[in-house]
């Protein structure tokens, strides 16, 4: 079946540990995507990649880091220095293109820091 | 000002009800919009994409106006399992735009 996995599903972590959000898909899809949603908003873009071995910054990338090494995977790591970790992350992929194209959408993972 | 607004909710209809969500945005320039579906806890789901003539899916309708800037989402005969918060999604490119949702129950 194609689609897009992301583990784990739940996360729990002390303040002030990095941690790193897994995130692959099989559907052959050039572009990736990783958001965070917190409670009544709407999903805010942390960062994208169009293609392998680049990626850019979205609207809240400060205090995450990604890498684009394989096209199938685009782990996201959450480092000390974000100051409200504690979210609903969701990773996408969508064909990339000068065509605008839907994005497809992973279980997501909750992340908890205390 | 958001560049994408819906109405938060929420809808408690009753089933069989017509229900119908609309959505503004901003940027003149967006391209493509959608309507995604997402269940509580779950991941965005895609429902449906709008076009410029508008489109229709079983129950659903979704219309597009550009000149307002304004896309709308029109159910006809609620289920329970309608019961969900719409997306309204509007797309410059790469650049996906989420509003933030309208939450809609459907009771018995």
């Known amino acids: 079946d194609g689609g897009i996995t992301q583990s784990p599903k739940y996360l729990f972590r002390k303040e002030g540990q990095n941690v790193t959000l897994s995130c692959e898909q099989n559907?052959?899809?050039?572009?990736m995507y990783w958001y965070r949603q917190d409670p009544g908003q709407g999903l805010r873009l942390i960062y994208y990649?169009?293609?392998?071995?680049?990626?850019q910054k979205g609207d809240i990338a400060e205090g995450y880091s990604v890498s684009r090494e394989k096209k199938e995977s685009f782990p996201l790591t959450v480092t000390s220095a974000q100051k409200n970790p504690t979210a609903f992350y969701l990773c996408?992929?969508?064909?990339?293109?000068?065509?605008?194209?839907?994005?497809?959408f992973g279980p997501g993972t909750r992340l908890t820091v205390t | 000002r958001k560049e994408v607004e819906q109405d938060p909710g929420p809808f408690n209809v009753p089933e069989g009800a017509t229900v119908a969500f609309n959505c503004t945005y901003s940027?003149?320039?967006?391209?493509?919009f959608f309507w995604y579906r997402q269940d509580c806890r779950k991941e965005p789901k895609l429902l449906m994409s709008?076009?410029?003539s508008g489109n229709e899916d079983g129950r659903f309708t979704a219309q597009l106006n550009r000149a307002s800037q304004y896309i709308s989402l029109l159910i006809r005969d609620s289920k329970l399992s309608d019961s969900a918060t719409y997306l309204c999604?509007?797309?410059?490119?790469?650049?996906?735009?989420f509003g933030a949702g309208t939450r809609l129950t459907v009771k018995p």
């Open positions: 996408a992929s969508s064909m990339a293109g000068t065509d605008v194209y839907e994005q497809y």
């Open positions: 940027n003149s320039a967006s391209q493509s």
């Open positions: 709008v076009y410029s």
């Open positions: 999604v509007v797309n410059r490119g790469n650049d996906m735009r």
């Open positions: 559907l052959n899809h050039d572009a």
């Open positions: 990649s169009q293609i392998v071995n680049d990626f």
